[in-house]
Nanobody
Framework: QVRLVESGGGLVKPGGSLTLSCAASGSTAGIAAMGWYRQAPGNERVLVAISANVDTPKYADSVKGRFTMSRDKTKNTITLQMNDLKPEDTAVYYC??????????????WGQGTQVTVSV
């Protein structure tokens, strides 16, 4: 299996910046995409940014121009640079690794989540 370990969350004031990191280990050869999701209290988990193996990163409209994702396929790591943070960015952020099973995408692996709180 794949294990995902996240780091970098914390408390930041509006307009500030944070960078999240995620490292994958284990059976990483089968990973077809890695991405970031977030979930605020009382809301569903939503996609923030994702990088398929042969594609450039894609972003949710809510973070375009503010967040930048990077991915190193050799080191099996991803980052999420978050700038101009807003209170509505407050959420638990999750690292995800997707695989392809029987021709179908499967978001099979999740990190433990890291809390990002944007508040005065």
């Amino acid at each position: 299996q794949v294990r995902l370990v996240e780091s970098g969350g914390g408390l930041v004031k509006p307009g500030g910046s944070l960078t999240l990191s995620c490292a994958a280990s284990g059976s990483t050869a089968g990973i077809a995409a890695m991405g970031w999701y977030r979930q605020a209290p009382g809301n569903e988990r939503v996609l923030v940014a994702i990088s398929a193996n042969v594609d450039t990163p894609k972003y949710a409209d809510s973070v375009k121009g503010r967040f930048t994702m990077s991915r190193d396929k050799t080191k099996n790591t991803i980052t999420l640079q978050m700038n101009d943070l807003k209170p509505e960015d407050t959420a638990v952020y999750y690292c995800n690794a997707a695989i392809i099973v029987a021709g179908t995408w499967d978001n099979a692996y999740w990190g433990q989540g890291t809390q990002v709180t944007v508040s005065v």
